[in-house]
């Protein structure tokens, strides 16, 4: 009778650990319900709809909500234009023929009155849905091609070539082949100045086909590659892993830890030393530009 309390008590606390639980483990766990793209999964490119008259995008009468269309059919594939999730490639687009209503549209691009804006699903389609749950709504990141070229009376020329920049949300681990959520996106045409030999500038009149190619590049992380050898990046099909950064990281700090031992331990006092008037050139700022080789930071090869 004495030691009832006791069981029931603990009862009682492991229920209330198991009944909050849930709610804060679902709460949480629900971003990771939502699906993510397999490496190489295909990412289809939705464009807003435009009025050739005006540029204008076309709102749905009823909801007035924007119409989103598939990108034009690429004559390689027979299929609107598709990214595939991480995957780093030259690619071919051949919009078969321009007809008038989108020549007009592809002069309101290069004129920059209205962009060619499109979107990219940031998931894939989720497959399972709790009976009775309102699917929850897809979402979406902004890609804008930024269409180069020059209008003529009669024609107008298109730099064809365009390199597009796609950012993965950052992960906790990056993996060779790895899965993941889109974060960020831009497209734009190259060397649009560039004439002859090797530029890919094309004169297009009404009926002609439009070549358009893709050079598709992935970033694990929102963050762009840094530059002067600070961190190898070779994109996500690539060579890159997080452990880069960590060892990176701490061949900084040892090479500024080093650095400033020599620097305090033997430089300084050398200095102090060698002149009692230190006048206007402070160690420090005299100092640190002969002291060293810089960060002790060395380019590794890596991988
Ligand atoms: C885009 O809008 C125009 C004008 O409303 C319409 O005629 C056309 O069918 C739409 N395009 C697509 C692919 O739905
Ligand atoms: C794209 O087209 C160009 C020109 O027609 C061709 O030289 C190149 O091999 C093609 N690239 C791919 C990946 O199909
Ligand atoms: C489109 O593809 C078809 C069949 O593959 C080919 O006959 C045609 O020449 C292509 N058109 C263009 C503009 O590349």
Not at 60 to 70: A, F, G, L, Y
Not at 91 to 116: G, Q, R, S, W
Not at 147 to 176: C, D, E, F, R, Y
Request: charged share 15%; hydrophobic share 40%.
């Amino acid at each position: 009778m004495l030691f009832l309390p006791q069981p029931v008590q603990l009862l009682g606390l492991l229920a209330a650990t198991f009944l909050s639980l849930p709610q804060t483990a679902l709460a949480a766990g629900h971003e990771h319900a939502l699906p993510a793209y397999h490496y190489g999964a295909a990412i289809p490119v939705e464009c807003m709809n435009r009025s050739s008259e005006s540029g204008e995008h076309i709102e749905d009468s009823m909801t007035h909500e924007i119409q989103w269309i598939p990108f034009p059919v690429c004559n390689e594939t027979g299929k609107p234009l598709e990214f595939y999730y991480g995957i780093e490639e030259e690619k071919n687009c051949t919009i078969a023929m321009v007809d008038d209503p989108f020549f007009h549209l592809l002069e309101f691009y290069i004129h920059m009155d209205a962009p060619l804006s499109c979107r990219l699903p940031a998931r894939p389609e989720p497959h399972v849905q709790v009976v009775g749950d309102e699917p929850p709504r897809r979402e979406y990141i902004p890609l804008v091609f930024a269409l180069a070229g020059k209008l003529q009376l009669s024609h107008m020329h298109i730099s064809t070539h365009m390199n597009v920049l796609l950012h993965s949300t950052p992960k906790h681990h990056i993996h060779k082949h790895d899965s993941g959520v889109l974060d960020s996106a831009t497209a734009y045409s190259t060397s649009p100045l560039a004439h002859g030999e090797g530029s890919s500038t094309t004169r297009l009149v009404i009926g002609d086909p439009l070549p358009l190619s893709f050079s598709i590049r992935w970033f694990p992380t929102p963050a762009l590659p840094k530059t002067e050898g600070k961190v190898e990046w070779s994109g996500m099909g690539g060579h890159f892993y997080a452990s880069t950064i960590f060892y990176s990281l701490v061949s900084f700090c040892a090479g500024v830890i080093v650095t400033a031992a020599y620097f305090f331990g033997s430089v300084l006092p050398k200095r102090l030393r060698g002149r009692r008037n230190l006048g206007g050139a402070t160690p420090l700022g005299y100092g640190l530009k002969s002291v060293g080789n810089g960060w002790g930071y060395t380019k590794k090869a890596i991988d």
